[in-house]
C-alpha cells in the first residue's frame, strides 16, 4: 500500500481503507438535583465541606466474566482499597451506596425526551433502569444506573443523514482525586448528576463528518439550555476500525476542534501497524522468552535501570526475533511500535522499557554493555531487544504484558479503549483492553417508567431547533457569521442570560463574547478561565451605564489575570465611567486648557486622549455640541 | 403481573420467559429475550433484553405484532467445590436466607436464595480456607415473617451442630429481626461454649459493594477462632469496610433502615471487632470458651402470648383488656422516659394504671421498658413511675424492648409465673447490666 500520509483523503480514501466511525457522546445535565437523589447536581467547592471519608472493597461478583480468568481477577481486586469522600451538600446516603435510589429525575428525563425528540427517535414505551456493572471503584455501589430511553432517530448534518441509534439516560461516576498504591481516592460530588448519551452508528462517512456530527449534537445540547457548560461536562468517544484493523474507542475527547485529526490518526496508526504486520511475518519475526538481566546489569550506570535494582528491584529482557528497525518504526507522531509495546508494559506499574531500536547511548549504556547485551540475547543482524526494570512482581507482569502486545504485532491490531497522549499531536496511548459487553441487569431498587402521551408531547414542545434558534440569533445580533459563530459557541447560553437579565445590547454582548474573546485568546490572555458569573456581572455593570464599552475590554483583561469580582476591578482600575454633570464638569475643564476654545473636534479629541476608558463618545458628543 | 389478556396473547403464542422474541409496535421493531414480569410496571409491557444488554418495555396493545424467534436457554449458577482441610476449625454455617443469602440471575435480574454450599463457595472462595464448613439450609421464610417457631428450629439445629463437634456456629439471617432471634438464642441454649456468630446484609451479594461477603467471612472468622461463649451479632462497624463488631445478642439493635453499620450495641459495649484481615480485639466482658465438655441443651419452649404495647400520648389503655380477653400471659410496655405511662385521672380513660392492675390481678405478667431505648428504666424517682410500679408492673433495667419481649416468652414457658415474674428484672444471660458506663451511649 502507498504512504497512507501522502493519499489525498478523500471520499474514496475513506471507502478503500474500509473506514468504519461511531461517536458517544456524554454530556451532563443542567439539573436541580441529581438522577436518583435530591442533592444538587452542580460540583462542589471549598464551602462544601467535607463529612467523612469511607472506604469500601469491591468483589468481582459470581458469572459471565468472559475470556478473564476469574481467580486472577478476584485476587487482583479484593484488595484494592476505594475511598469516597462524603460532602456536606453533594453527598446524602444514596451515592455511598447506603440507601436506595429515590425516584428518578422528571427533570432530567424531560431534557432526554426532549434531545431524542430533536433527533427524531422512538422512545421506549415503558423505561427499564438497569445496574451496569463498574469495576474501576468510580461508583460505590459498583454498578452505574443507565436506562434506554430512545432508539432509531435520525440527524442531518451537511446534507448528510446519520442514524442515530440509541438515547440513554445515566448516572455521572465520581472524580478521581488521587490514586495510589494504597487505593485511589474519589469524590462523590460528581457521582450520579444526570449525563446523556447520545450515540450514532458506525457508519460515519469520514473524519471531517465526525467532527461536523459532533458539533451538531454539541450545538443542538446547548441551544435546548439544559445541559451544563465547562470542562469536563461533555466528553466524546470516537470508534474507528479499518479493514483488517480492529475496533478503537478513543475516549474522552473534550475539544471538539481536533477530532478529526485524532481519527485521521487513528486510521494512520492502523494502516502503519497493518504494514508493520506484513512485513514482520515476511521477515519470519517472533518473540523469545524472557531472560533476568539483573546480575548483569547490577554493575551499570544506566541511571534508570540502576535506580530500579538499588531499590531491590529485576532487570528482565526478551529478544524479539527479525524485529529490528520495526520498534523505531513510527506509526503516528511521535508514536512508534516501540511506544505501543511500552504502554502495556505500563499498565503494571513500570516506568516504561528501553528497546534496542532507541539510541541506547542516551540511557548512557557503554558500548561495552551494549555488546555484553547482545552476546546475553545472541542477538542476530535483524534482532532487537527489550529491557523493562522495577519491583519483581510488576516486572513479571510487565514483561509477560509487553510479550503479548509484540507478538500481536504479527497478528493485527489489537482492540483497545485508548486515551489522548497528546493534545497537539493529536496521539494516542492505549489504556486499557476493550471491554467486552458489560454485564448488566436491572435496577430491581427503582421503578419502570411509563412513557406517556402527554411526556412525549411536551417533549415536542421543548425540543430544541438549531434552525429556529439561528433565526432568533439573527434577529437579536443581525449579522449572520457572528450569529453563527455563537451558535456554535459554548457561550452561546451566556449570551441569552446577559440578554435577557442586562440592559446590555445584544449586538454589543455578542461580538464581544465572539469576536472580541477569539481576539484576546489570541494574544495570550487566558480567557476561558473567566467564570460566567463574572462575564454576566461585567454586561450588567456596563448595561447600567456605570463603565463604557472601552472599559468592558479592558476590563476583561484584568477579569482574565484576577479574580477579584468586577465591581472591584472597576474601582481599583478607575474605570467608573464619567457621566452626566461629572462629565459636564471634566469638559469645562479640558476646555479651559484649550488654546482654542472654539475647535469642538481638538476638545473633544483631548478629553478622549486622557478618559477613553471611562467618557462614552456618544455622550461626550452631546456634551460638546451643547457647549456654548 | 401480566394482564390476562397479555398473559393470553403470550400463551396462545406459546412464548415463555427467556424466549427470544421480535415485537413490533408504532413503526419500531425491538428484539431480545423475554425477561420474567414481576408485580411492578404496566401490566400490558413485556420486558426485553436486547443485545447491548439494556432492558425495554414495550406496550402491547392490538396494533402490536409480537413473535418468537427461538426458544430460550436456561442459566446455569456458577458452582465451586471447596477444599476440605481437617487442620481447620469446623465451623457449622446455618443458613436461614435474608439478603445475604440471595442471588441474582443476571439476566433476568430475578432473585432467588443460595441454598447450595457451592454456590456460596463460589461467590466467597475464602471461607473453605478459614474453616472445614458445615453447611445447613433451614431457609423458608423472610425474617419479617419469622415467628418463635423458627427460632425453636435454628436454636435445636445450632446445639447438634455443636454437640456434633462444631468449633462455632455461624447464622446467616434477614437484618430486619436479627436481635430478636438472637436474643431468644441466647435464653434458649443452655450452657453454650462455642460462639453462636449472626450475620446478614444490608446490600444484597449481587453488587460488587455489599456488605454480605465481609460480614460473612468475618462471622465465619469469629465461630473458628474467638473464644466467645456467646450468642451475637456480627455486621460492619462503621460505612467503611474495615471493622466488624461482635454484638451481644440481647443487646444488639438495628438502628437504621438501610446503613451497613445498622446494627448498634445498646446500653453495652461491642464484645469484640473484627478487621477486614481478621484480628480480633475484645473490648467488654463476655463469658469465654472453656474446657468443660458438658453439652449444649437447646431449652426451646416458647410462649407465644405475650404482647408488646407502646404507651404514647392521647393513647388507649384498652388495649391491655383485649390481651387479657385473649388469654395472654404476658405484656410488655414501651413506656416513655424513665418508664412511665400515663397515670393521671384528668383525662377519663386514658390512665393505664386499672388496665395493669387487673392485668396483674389475672396472672399476667406486665414488664416495663423504655422507649429510649438508652439507659434504665426506674420505679422510685417520680410518683408515677411508684404508682405503676405498685400496679404490678416490672421495670425491666436497662433492657431493651425486643429482649424483654423474648425473654418472657421463654421465661413463661420454662418457669413457673411467680418465678416468670421474679426473673424478668434478674440478668440471667447477659440481658441485664448492673452498671451502665458512660461510652455505651450512641455508640
Not at chain 1, 505 to 520: C, H, M, P, R, Y
Request: charged share 30%.
Amino acid at each position: 500500500m502507498a504512504n497512507p500520509e501522502k493519499v489525498e483523503r478523500d471520499s474514496n480514501f475513506y471507502k478503500s481503507v474500509g473506514f468504519m466511525c461511531g461517536l458517544e457522546i456524554h454530556q451532563r445535565l443542567a439539573t436541580a438535583h441529581k438522577l436518583f437523589c435530591s442533592c444538587p447536581a452542580t460540583l462542589a467547592n471549598e464551602s462544601d465541606k467535607l463529612l467523612a471519608e469511607v472506604s469500601r472493597y469491591q468483589r468481582a461478583v459470581a458469572g459471565e466474566l468472559g475470556s478473564v480468568d476469574r481467580s486472577a481477577e478476584f485476587e487482583e481486586a479484593k484488595n484494592r482499597r476505594f475511598n469516597y469522600k462524603v460532602r456536606d451538600k453533594h453527598t446524602c446516603l444514596v451515592e455511598i451506596d447506603e440507601e436506595p435510589p429515590h425516584n428518578i429525575n422528571s427533570e432530567a428525563l424531560k431534557i432526554a425526551l426532549a434531545m431524542g425528540t430533536a433527533m427524531k427517535m422512538k422512545f421506549v414505551d415503558e423505561l427499564q433502569p438497569m445496574r451496569k456493572e463498574v469495576v474501576d471503584g468510580s461508583d460505590p455501589s459498583a454498578f452505574q444506573r443507565t436506562t434506554l430511553v430512545g432508539i432509531d432517530g435520525t440527524i442531518e448534518v451537511d446534507g448528510h443523514k446519520i442514524n442515530m441509534p440509541t438515547l440513554f439516560l445515566e448516572e455521572e461516576s465520581s472524580g478521581i482525586v488521587s490514586a495510589s498504591e494504597d487505593g485511589i481516592i474519589y469524590d462523590t460530588d460528581r457521582l450520579g448528576i444526570p449525563l446523556l448519551e447520545i450515540d450514532t452508528d458506525a457508519y460515519i462517512p469520514n473524519a471531517a463528518a465526525a467532527k461536523s456530527i459532533a458539533l451538531y449534537i454539541g450545538t443542538l445540547l446547548r441551544v435546548s439550555g439544559a445541559v451544563q457548560r465547562g470542562i469536563g461536562s461533555i466528553r466524546q468517544d470516537v470508534n474507528v476500525s479499518i479493514k483488517g484493523g480492529a475496533r478503537v474507542e478513543i475516549k474522552g475527547l473534550q475539544e471538539v476542534d481536533k477530532l478529526d485529526k485524532f481519527v485521521d490518526n487513528e486510521i494512520t496508526r492502523q494502516l502503519k501497524l497493518l504494514e508493520i504486520k506484513d512485513e514482520l511475518v515476511k521477515a519470519g519475526a517472533s518473540v523469545d522468552a524472557p531472560i533476568d538481566l539483573t546480575e548483569m546489569l547490577k554493575k551499570s550506570t544506566v541511571r534508570i535501570v540502576i535506580n530500579q535494582l538499588e531499590r531491590g528491584g529485576v532487570a528482565v529482557g526478551f529478544r524479539l526475533k527479525n524485529f529490528k528497525g520495526f520498534l523505531g518504526k513510527e506509526v503516528n507522531p511521535d508514536r512508534r511500535l516501540g511506544s505501543e509495546i511500552s504502554d502495556y508494559a505500563k499498565m503494571a506499574k513500570v516506568n516504561g522499557l528501553i528497546h534496542s531500536d532507541e539510541n541506547l547511548a542516551v540511557y548512557g549504556f557503554t558500548e561495552k554493555e551494549h555488546e555484553e547485551l547482545k552476546k546475553k540475547f545472541s542477538l542476530g543482524p535483524h534482532d532487537a531487544f527489550v529491557i523493562i526494570a522495577g519491583k519483581k512482581t510488576d516486572v513479571e507482569k510487565a514483561v509477560a504484558l509487553a510479550m503479548e502486545r509484540a507478538k500481536y504485532a504479527l497478528v493485527g491490531i489489537p482492540l483497545e479503549t485508548r486515551a489522548v497522549a497528546n493534545t497537539e499531536l493529536c496521539t494516542t496511548r492505549f489504556m486499557r483492553p476493550l471491554p467486552g459487553g458489560s454485564r448488566m441487569y436491572p435496577e430491581t431498587d427503582a421503578r419502570p417508567i411509563l412513557i406517556t402521551k402527554e411526556m412525549v408531547e411536551l417533549a415536542k414542545k421543548s425540543a430544541p431547533d438549531i434552525e429556529k434558534e439561528k433565526k432568533h440569533l439573527l434577529s437579536k445580533v443581525d449579522n449572520r457569521s457572528i450569529a453563527e459563530q455563537l451558535l456554535l459557541s459554548p457561550r452561546l447560553n451566556l449570551f441569552k442570560t446577559i440578554i435577557s437579565s442586562t440592559k446590555a445590547d445584544s449586538g454589543f454582548v455578542a461580538n464581544i463574547l465572539v469576536q472580541k474573546f477569539t481576539e484576546l485568546k489570541r494574544s495570550g490572555f487566558e480567557i476561558d478561565s473567566i467564570d460566567e458569573q463574572r462575564i454576566l456581572h461585567l454586561f450588567e455593570a456596563y448595561g447600567k451605564g456605570e463603565i463604557t464599552k472601552q472599559a468592558v475590554d479592558e476590563l476583561l483583561k484584568e477579569m482574565s489575570l484576577k479574580k477579584d469580582s468586577v465591581a472591584n476591578l472597576i474601582k481599583v482600575k478607575r474605570l467608573q465611567r464619567i457621566t452626566g454633570k461629572d462629565l459636564e464638569h471634566l469638559v469645562s475643564q479640558v476646555k479651559k486648557e484649550q488654546k482654542d476654545s472654539s475647535d469642538k473636534n481638538e476638545l473633544r479629541n483631548l478629553v478622549m486622549a486622557k478618559y477613553r476608558l471611562t467618557v462614552d463618545g456618544a455622550e461626550l458628543n452631546s456634551v460638546i455640541s451643547s457647549e456654548k | 403481573m401480566y394482564s390476562d389478556k397479555l398473559a393470553k396473547l403470550l400463551s396462545s403464542l406459546k412464548i415463555e420467559t427467556g424466549d427470544v422474541v421480535e415485537v413490533e409496535s408504532g413503526g419500531a421493531k425491538l428484539e431480545g429475550e423475554l425477561m420474567p414480569k414481576t408485580e411492578i410496571g404496566d401490566p400490558n409491557t413485556v420486558i426485553l433484553k436486547m443485545k447491548s444488554g439494556y432492558n425495554a418495555g414495550v406496550l402491547v396493545d392490538s396494533d402490536t405484532k409480537i413473535k418468537k424467534i427461538s426458544a430460550g436457554k436456561r442459566q446455569e449458577f456458577p458452582l465451586a467445590k471447596p477444599k476440605l482441610n481437617s487442620k481447620l476449625p469446623k465451623v457449622a454455617i446455618i443458613w436461614t436466607g435474608g439478603t445475604i443469602g440471595s442471588k441474582i440471575d443476571y439476566k433476568t435480574g430475578g432473585v432467588s436464595m443460595t441454598v447450595k454450599p457451592e454456590e456460596l463457595f463460589y461467590y466467597i472462595p475464602e471461607l473453605p480456607e478459614i474453616a472445614n464448613i458445615m453447611f445447613k439450609d433451614v431457609s423458608g421464610v423472610a425474617s419479617e415473617d419469622m415467628t418463635y417457631i423458627e427460632w425453636q428450629k435454628i436454636a435445636e439445629e445450632v446445639a447438634k451442630a455443636i454437640n456434633d463437634g462444631a468449633r462455632g456456629v455461624v447464622i446467616t439471617h434477614g437484618t430486619d429481626t436479627m436481635h430478636f432471634t438472637a436474643a431468644a438464642l441466647t435464653f434458649m441454649l443452655k450452657d453454650l461454649n462455642a460462639p453462636v456468630v449472626l450475620t446478614g446484609s444490608q446490600r444484597s451479594g449481587d453488587r460488587g459493594s455489599s456488605d454480605a461477603f465481609l460480614n460473612l467471612i468475618s462471622a465465619v472468622r469469629l465461630a473458628a477462632n474467638s473464644n466467645i461463649a456467646e450468642v451475637g451479632i456480627c455486621m460492619h462497624a462503621t460505612s467503611s469496610d474495615d471493622k466488624m463488631h461482635f454484638i451481644r445478642g440481647t443487646k444488639a439493635r438495628k438502628m437504621h433502615t438501610s446503613r451497613r453499620d445498622a446494627f448498634r450495641p445498646i446500653n453495652d459495649r461491642a464484645i469484640a471487632y473484627i478487621t477486614k484481615d481478621g484480628e480480633i480485639s475484645y473490648h467488654g466482658d463476655y463469658k469465654k470458651v472453656t474446657d468443660a465438655q458438658k453439652k449444649v441443651k437447646a431449652q426451646t419452649d416458647f410462649e407465644a402470648k405475650v404482647a408488646i404495647l407502646k404507651a404514647y400520648p392521647n393513647s388507649d389503655p384498652e388495649i391491655i383488656d383485649y390481651y387479657i380477653g385473649k388469654g395472654y400471659k404476658g405484656i410488655i410496655i414501651e413506656a416513655t422516659g424513665l418508664g412511665h405511662t400515663p397515670t393521671s385521672v384528668e383525662h377519663k380513660g386514658k390512665s393505664w394504671l386499672p388496665f395493669v392492675e387487673r392485668a396483674v390481678k389475672k396472672n399476667v405478667v406486665v414488664g416495663v421498658t423504655s422507649q429510649c431505648l438508652y439507659g434504665r428504666v426506674n420505679d422510685n424517682v417520680y410518683k408515677n413511675l411508684r404508682l405503676l410500679s405498685h400496679a404490678g408492673a416490672v421495670h425491666c433495667e436497662d433492657m431493651l424492648t425486643e429482649t424483654a419481649y423474648v425473654k418472657l416468652g421463654w421465661l413463661l414457658a420454662n418457669h413457673k409465673q411467680e418465678e416468670a415474674k421474679d426473673l424478668l428484672a434478674k440478668n440471667i444471660a447477659g440481658e441485664i447490666k448492673e452498671r451502665t458506663t458512660f461510652d455505651e451511649f450512641l455508640a
